[in-house]
């Protein structure tokens, strides 16, 4: 069993940078391929980022490539999203989630935080 918690979302500016973080619960975590998805007002949710149990391979959506990274201490039970450049279409509900399947699909993932907001304006 694993429960996420993330943070760091808020509001910013177009061009501004966030950091968003999750921590896990339980002792396999490191077991994890980690995910970074979002869910925008009236749209499905859609994947950001990927990261394998030991952090050695990233994938990325081609709408946050070269803008966005993902990385993981398992030292420290976490994952994080650097989001630089952001545009307003980046506005959603961010949710980490954990699963045993490096995979883009949500339906690869077996444990989901509750979110949290990221709002960018121009």
């Known amino acids: 069993q694993v429960q996420l918690v993330e943070s760091g979302g808020g509001s910013v500016q177009a061009g501004g940078s966030l950091r968003l973080s999750c921590a896990a619960s339980g002792r396999t975590f490191s077991s994890y391929t980690m995910g970074w998805f979002r869910q925008a007002p009236g749209k499905e949710r859609e994947f950001v980022a990927v990261i394998h149990w030991n952090g050695g391979r990233t994938y990325y959506a081609d709408s946050v490539k070269g803008r966005f990274t993902m990385s993981r201490d398992n030292a420290k039970n976490s994952v994080y999203l650097q989001m630089n450049s952001l545009k307003t279409e980046d506005t959603a509900i961010y949710y980490c989630?954990?699963?045993?399947?490096?995979?883009?699909?949500?339906?690869?993932?077996?444990?989901w935080g509750q979110g949290t907001q990221v709002t960018v304006s121009s």
């Open positions: 989630a954990a699963g045993m399947v490096f995979s883009t699909d949500s339906d690869g993932y077996d444990y």
